[in-house]
């Protein structure tokens, strides 16, 4: 009992640690919501499967040792940082220059209207091109799980964070593919797809930053 109420206490505040991360607005958020708001609610929950997909491969790799590579090789983290900022920037770009607010679910080309699958894979390398993420977990998990440990601990973390990261993006998707959401967005979309470029190349720049220091 005593053994499971330790491991219950050096899990549970790396849950919350990861539940104050993932709200915070980042990249993956900006990108969900936009995505939810231009296409809908399928297209904005592929998007945060996608996140989620992320989250789960960056955990998995943290938690069992694999990610520690990125501080061992000396340009590993300076290289996501750079695909970052690259991938990041061609997305926010894609956004400042498109066309005015497409309709739901738009014609393959316009801004959040291209198919399943590339609503999956913006979430999904949006998560894995940044470099924060990779931090985070190597971070968190190094500092607040010790090596002892065991490994069934390891994967109820990392099925926790799984959980959370698509009940918490997916609650996005959802929220702002409602209808009111859709309508204002159907009004002033062009102004939120400027906002949401803008935030995605300023994400972009500060990853460009972080790899020249």
């Given at each position: 009992m005593s053994t499971l109420a330790g491991i219950t206490g050096r899990v549970l505040p790396v849950l919350a640690a990861?539940?104050?991360a993932a709200m915070t607005p980042g990249a993956s958020v900006v990108v969900v919501a936009q995505t939810s708001l231009a296409s809908g609610r399928f297209k904005g929950a592929l998007t945060a499967f996608g996140?989620?997909?992320g989250t789960a491969i960056y955990a998995a790799a943290s938690l069992f040792g694999l990610s520690a590579l990125v501080f061992r090789v000396p340009f590993a983290l300076r290289l996501v940082q750079i695909g970052g900022g690259i991938?990041?920037?061609s997305l926010g770009v894609r956004l400042l220059v498109g066309r005015s607010a497409p309709a739901l679910g738009g014609e393959p080309g316009e801004t959040g209207g291209d198919g399943a699958g590339g609503a999956f894979g913006r979430g999904l390398l949006t998560n894995l091109s940044n470099p924060h993420t990779v931090i985070f977990f190597v971070g968190i998990f190094s500092t607040m799980l010790s090596p002892s440990v065991p490994t069934s601990a390891r994967a109820v973390v990392l099925f926790a964070v799984v959980a959370m990261s698509v009940t918490w993006y997916t609650t996005v998707a959802v929220a702002?593919?409602?209808p009111r959401a859709?309508?204002?967005y159907q009004?002033?979309?062009r102004a939120i797809d400027v906002v949401a470029?803008?935030?995605m190349v300023w994400f972009a720049a500060r990853f460009a930053?972080?790899?020249m220091q």
């Open positions: 990861y539940g104050a996140v989620a997909l991938y990041l920037t702002l593919s409602s859709q309508g204002l009004r002033t979309g470029g803008t935030v930053l972080s790899a």
